[in-house]
């Protein structure tokens, strides 16, 4: 497995505490018999406001939660495996920013439900991984695309149908823009290729290198032209000869 993911408890138990809190809330609605829709996001409002925070654990009804619950845990187990120092930044930030984008340019009524921050974890996997360019979480991107690239459908407005809740298409945009706005502002420098070579800088220059000059226009390995040196002669005048005038004096030899 890559050095850089680790598989922990977390992995798992992040996703699954996450949903239990979504049916347990739910839960709570139906045996005490609340009414915890109004909790929800109502545009350019002041009371609306706490649908930032609460919208995302509040559900219509049995087939609205189903339906958000699988997604979650596949998309927060994905995102705490590969992106474990980001994933509660994302998921935080996701609710809050997510949540402000609906109340600006929802429609009036009140928005529920954890698909916006499903469209956050979508949103932000599929991005990040393009901009790391990083082998494998390039791969989660394709996947995530495969797997929910349908979603993308439900960011424009579609038509109300009488009798069924109608789709918060402005949750799913403010989660969308949410996740690619997240994916840039989160750095992910441990993922950066290393360079090991020099022709991987982008300022390399082919013409320079030894091995590339090797090859010519058309790809055919070539000799080098040899390089004709020019021995030059130097005259070692002062080197044998000095240039100081030398007096020599003639000391006798008493002895002989």
């Known amino acids: 497995m890559d050095k850089h993911f680790k598989f922990t408890n977390l992995v798992i138990g992040l996703p699954l505490f996450f949903v239990l809190v979504l049916w347990f809330v739910f839960w709570l609605e139906i045996r005490f018999d609340f009414d915890f829709v109004q909790n929800g996001i109502y545009p350019r409002t002041f009371s609306g406001l706490q649908g930032i925070i609460f919208s995302s654990f509040i559900h219509a009804d049995m087939k609205h939660l189903y339906n958000n619950s699988f997604p979650l845990l596949i998309l927060l187990a994905s995102l705490q495996f590969f992106y474990a120092k980001q994933s509660l930044q994302v998921i935080g930030y996701g609710i809050i920013l997510s949540g402000f984008i609906t109340w600006m340019i929802g429609r009036d009524n009140y928005h529920i439900g954890a698909s916006g921050l499903i469209y956050v974890l979508f949103s932000f996997v599929f991005f990040k991984g393009i901009q790391t360019r990083y082998s494998r979480l390039v791969a989660l991107s394709l996947a995530v695309i495969v797997v929910y690239g349908g979603l993308v459908w439900y960011i424009f407005p579609t038509p109300t149908v009488e009798g069924e809740n109608s789709i918060s298409w402005e949750g799913h945009l403010g989660g969308l823009l949410t996740g690619l706005l997240l994916s840039i502002i989160y750095k992910t420098p441990e993922y950066k290729k290393i360079i090991k070579y020099d022709w991987e800088h982008v300022n390399f220059d082919p013409s320079e290198d030894k091995f590339m000059q090797r090859f010519d226009a058309n790809g055919n390995f070539v000799n080098l ?20 005038q030398v007096n020599y004096e003639v000391v006798t030899n008493e002895k002989k």
């Open 225 to 244: 032209p040899k390089v004709e040196v020019e021995e030059q002669q130097q005259e070692l005048l002062t080197y044998y000869t000095s240039v100081f």
